[in-house]
């Protein structure tokens, strides 16, 4: 299914309405009061919508499944958020991986994790 106009940046427009909430009130905000309690209130809020998430996949209702995907989704957005993070990173690195097999992928994510395991000097590669 290919995205509609309507939906076009929706992740783009969501996190920037996030990242505006950082240092709000959060008497007026949901979004600044999990970012004041973070990272502890945003991961314990992850952990609930996933569980969720997996428990309307298990009933199989659409509605619900849709609903609590777009509910993890949201706090994972908060969360890139909290890391000065952004979702056109996750969608780049979905990017990246398409067309490759996830055996693979993975194969090579290993071998990278060893080799940055082996060689010290090497752990803050990606930060470089």
């Known amino acids: 299914m ?25 008497a007026g905000s949901y979004v ?12 314990k809020k992850i952990g609930e919508e996933a569980t969720e998430t997996v428990m309307a996949a298990k009933d199989g209702v659409a509605d619900r499944i849709v609903s609590e995907t777009a509910d993890l989704w949201f706090h994972c957005l ?20 398409a067309g490759v097999s996830g055996i693979e992928e ?12 082996d060689d010290p000097s090497r752990e803050n590669a990606d930060d470089r």
């Open 2 to 26: 290919n995205p509609t106009p309507a939906n076009d940046g929706v992740l783009t427009r969501l996190a920037d309405t996030i990242d505006a909430r950082h240092g709000a009130d959060p």
């Open 32 to 43: 600044a009061r999990l970012l004041a309690k973070a990272p502890d209130a945003v991961l």
């Open 78 to 97: 908060v969360m890139l958020s909290q890391y000065g993070l952004r979702p056109e990173q996750v969608l780049a690195e979905l990017e990246r991986r």
């Open 106 to 117: 993975k194969a090579l994510r290993k071998a990278e994790q060893r080799e940055r395991h």
